[in-house]
């Protein structure tokens, strides 16, 4: 009898000391030693970033810790990033990874393994629900089963369609299959004021990103389980058919198109629609800079098989050179914070926590956020392993040159597809 | 002790012990420190790295350091290297060309011009005191394939139709980058021939006047002797400028459409900050440097012989 009177008085002063530990965690009371400190946060120029950095001042108030942001360009943002890891200078303390670099950052050592913050009572905010955040993101993070940061942006590529051009020319939107698709491309193209669709075919990422959607259309992929490549088969060359096929209903500059000039087009609604990244929902319905407010609507990139996103977010992680790795881990749980997040919505911020989505008034006003919703149980992957920037610089010209007319559909797969095998070969894949 | 006996270093040690040359080599020092510390210890260090597998994106255990003339090896088998190597003699040579006969022309009808001079040669200068990366983002805007300015009366002068845009084109891509060029860099060869025009001395056209020698043999047999070294020293900047031409066509195209302006700077930089190859970026650029040197070593050994000719 004694002896259990004795687990259950254990039993109840652990909760007790759990639920004070609960009870008693405030960012300022976390963040009192580190007040006075200076962290870096290089970011890359996203509404998320924007936001966040609107923000700022209340962390500031609350923690005493100083956050200055850089913001860069998708790849001088990387550029800056590895300079600052490889030579460990420790410029910067927080850094926002692309998913598509983790492989790379995680087996150089630049990045720290968020466990130990994770599992450090003092720093961790006991009301952050971690589950949270969508699973997809979330996987996004990980390495190994170990997660490296926090999910910041929510980045999914899907079919940007304007509901009223589609409605003016009668055609049924959105197309479901790529036949629906190219069907659409050319009722609606009307050129030179309204083009059937955009592209963002430059040699660059973005072609590579945008021809994935189409590859995974037509029931495609760059390589399979076994790292054997697949990107040149029938499906392959099908799909860079159709990719070529689109520019017929294109603007005509877009092999030098990123999604910057996809957006823009959109905004003016000088093409019908595009595949684009849903974190420019915001720009859409801004009335100082888009033409078509409350026009733009979202569905996934029609195929052939299951519906079709591409996932392409990033997490806030800490550089294993950072000198301020705990005030760093305090900015970032801040910062993809469920509040944090929720009330960057209006801002044209794209959360990451399935909450935010949830909201009933942000999935009226925008109607991105039940694209977004559906799309993150779906969406697909581009390759995670360090070899992907290679990859990416193989494809984005071989693309683009077949988009140029500069080279045959099947000679630009075939020409890719022993490079790819080869750095799958060097990399230890197979 | 005769000098014939002494090392080359000995004989140099005699000559900085004497008071005299003591104190001119505490002026030089200076300078001297100055600029191994600036020029050849950042060459060393990249030769250094050309020879080695530094890679950005990789941990330095993962390194396999020095590696020999590899990443020369490597190079030298890339097409790519080869094609971007070929559209920058090709992208050189024509720019380079055009400028120098645009630029020669210009100069000869500036040349003696007094009124309204001033405000010609300002105008004339304005695109080349602009940043390079300015010019070609503001080209960017020119040549927008939507509303693009150059664009728009490309097409209603029925030269590009509204299916092409200008860079958009593979055709067309390499010819608009060329322009930009030619746009920015023909005032400075207006330039420094008009001045080499202007201090050209006058007796030989005296006596070509009382000869009566038509214009063209003036040109030919007076002006265009006397301003070789002037058109020498211009052509070696222009050519050495040329070659490293990065600032455009990363403004531009960045390379594309496919490989058509994919120039060598554009090969280095790609190699560097999209693959993180420091190690093969450098082994390109002394490839690059060793180009210019030979080019520039012809050039200068030209204009040497014909100062000694004029």
Redesign the interface.
Known sequence: MFRKNMVWLLVVMLVLALASVAYGWSLEEAAKQYAGVTIRFITETTPPSYWVEEALPEFEKVTGIKVIVERQAHPHLEEKALMDFASKTGIYDVFNMDYSWTGKYVKAGYIEPFEQYMNNPKLVDPNNGLKDFYPLMWQGTMWDGKAYGYPFDSVIQYLFWNKTIFDKYGVAGPPKTPDEWMSSMEKLNHPPDLYGTGMMAKRHLSVVCEWLCVLWAFKGQLYDDKYSVMLNDENGIKATEFYKKMTKFAPPGVTTWTWDDVSTALQQGTIAQSVQWDENYGSMENPEESKIVGQMRYAPVPSFGDPVSHYGGSSLCVPTSSKNKEAAFLFIQWATSQDIQKRGVGKGSSPTRVSVYEVQEFRDKFPSFSATDTAAATTGWRPRIPEWDDMVEILALEINSVVAGAKDVKAALDDSAPKIDALLKKGGYK | MSGRHLSLFQRFGFWISSSENKFKWSLLLPTLILLALITVYPTIYAFNLALSDYN????AD?LQGYIGLQNFREILKDP?FWSSLKTTIFFTVVVVSIEFFLGLAIALILQGTVTGSKIVRTIILLPMIMAPIVVGLIWTYLY???FGLVTFILRKIHIMS????P????GTALPSLMFVDIWQWTPFLIMVLLAGLEALPTAPYEAARIDKASPFLVFRKITLPLLKPVILIVLVLRIMDAIRVFDIVYAL????????TDVLSMFIY?SA????GIGKASAISFILLYIIMIVSVILVNLLSRTKETV
């Open positions: 950005l994106a990789r941990s993962s790519s927008q394939s939507e509204y299916e092409s845009a860079l958009a084109r593979v195209t960045e390379g594309g459409p496919g490989e058509a790609r900050f999209y693959l993180w």
